[in-house]
């Protein structure tokens, strides 16, 4: 298995997506997701409104990311589970 195939997130138990990371990778996606959303969360509070439009955007389009990363590097994909083991 090549890095560039192994998985970054572990599929959730149950229900459908992904779970926690379980690869640095998916760590550091998450971890850059969480510092762009501070990050936007602070501009929108404080900047005027063109700031505020394009931290919104901003904003939209990383979890549009985080979600086609997350989707492609999930052990097992995406499908509903009822729990059982993998």
């Known amino acids: 298995m090549t890095s560039l195939s192994r998985p970054w997130f572990a599929a959730k138990r149950y229900?459908?997506?992904a779970g926690l990371p379980i690869a640095w990778q998916g760590w550091a996606a998450f971890a850059g997701y969480l510092a762009l959303t501070l990050t936007c969360s602070i501009v929108m509070e404080?900047?005027?409104t063109i700031a505020q439009r394009i931290a919104?955007?901003?904003?939209v389009l990383a979890t549009i990311a985080l979600i086609k990363i997350a989707k492609?590097?999930?052990?097992?994909?995406?499908r509903w589970r009822w729990g059982e083991a993998e």
């Open 72 to 78: 492609s590097r999930t052990r097992g994909g995406w």
């Open 46 to 48: 404080r900047g005027d």
């Open 15 to 17: 229900g459908f997506g």
């Open 56 to 59: 919104l955007a901003a904003l």
